[in-house]
């Protein structure tokens, strides 16, 4: 059965998301969500998590969670299925909470603004949502670790880390001042413009600098099966098939000018257009458009007769 990759490391850094199966509700009332703080304090017990923000919504919840260990699956196999058991349990019902699998954007912690930009989506959902009427603090919405870092340290969750995201935002303190200087910066941030980096948080699988993004899709070209889907595998998929046109190209120094002024059934464009199909797994529309072959359909007949000539 195919299954998504995922891509795990010491140190990485994901924003979570996972809905409830047919978008209905994960919880029911506020013990629920109780025991969903309590599972996931348990779930950072036993994996040594560190979550940097969380908010939980009627039928789905955000999660931006640091994994010391590369133990994101392990994790969160156990925290999804014991929140699942004890729901399950507590209303007397069986089967699927969350629908399919979770989502997992990988987030770099660099220091660059990207934890700070995916942290603010996290907890700007409330506002987004229109949980909460216009003038409303955010601090007002209880399920979200937001209230949790306007609080003192030592009255805050043992597996909430607030240094990380106070440092992407300047504040050298975590002091009532500090504190001030966040809840005022937020509350900035709550009216201004999501911009293109929330698109990538809700439909990409990476936020971050492109050589660490770089660096990733070559871990993924090494683990990615044939059973393995996904953006990242996808994108990876991509970078190995660039990687052989363009030493192929250099092969026969070659620039995209001279491709392109070479006919679309060029011998040489055959013979890397084999090497791109024996290699990759990318698609003859793909490879006709990159090496500017015409049609899929035409690349397929020169593919075809390329075949027959060979045998």
């Not at 409830?20 to 040594?48: H, M, N, V, Y």
């Not at 729901?87 to 089967?95: D, E, I, Q, S």
């Not at 987030?107 to 949502?129: E, F, I, K, M």
Request: with cysteine; hydrophobic share 35%; aromatic share 10%.
């Amino acid at each position: 059965m195919a299954r998504k990759l995922r891509v795990e490391y010491a140190g990485a850094i994901y924003h979570v998301m996972n809905r409830g199966d047919r978008r209905e509700p994960i919880f029911e009332d506020d013990k629920d969500r109780e025991s969903f703080l309590a599972t996931l304090g348990e779930a950072c017990g036993k994996t040594g998590w560190q979550v940097h923000a969380l908010c939980l919504m009627p039928n789905h919840f955000h999660m931006v969670v640091e994994t010391p260990q590369p133990n994101l699956v392990a994790g969160m196999k156990w925290f999804l299925g014991t929140y699942t058991s004890r729901f399950n349990r507590r209303h007397k019902l069986f089967g699927h909470l969350f629908s399919g699998r979770y989502k997992a954007l990988i987030v770099d912690g660099s220091g660059s603004g990207y934890l700070r930009t995916v942290c603010d989506y996290v907890h700007l959902n409330p506002a987004r949502a229109h949980f909460l009427k216009p003038g409303v603090a955010l601090r007002e919405y209880p399920w979200s670790t937001w209230p949790e870092y306007l609080k003192q340290p030592g009255k805050r969750p043992g597996w909430l880390r607030v240094d990380r995201l106070l440092g992407e935002y300047h504040i050298p303190e975590d002091s009532a001042a500090g504190r001030r200087r966040l809840e005022e910066a937020l509350e900035r941030r709550r009216g201004a413009e999501e911009g293109d980096a929330y698109k990538v948080i809700r439909r990409g699988w990476f936020l971050g600098k492109e050589a660490l993004k770089q660096e990733l899709l070559a871990q993924v070209s090494k683990k990615a099966g044939q059973w393995h889907f996904g953006e990242a595998v996808q994108e990876s998929a991509e970078a190995k098939a660039e990687r052989i046109a363009v030493e192929e190209l250099r092969k026969r120094k070659w620039d995209d000018q001279v491709l392109a002024s070479r006919r679309k059934g060029d011998a040489g464009k055959v013979l890397i257009a084999q090497r791109l199909r024996r290699e990759t797994t990318m698609t003859l529309a793909w490879i006709a458009q990159r090496l500017r072959m015409g049609t899929k359909t035409h690349l397929a007949h020169l593919l075809y007769w390329k075949r027959r000539d060979e045998k």
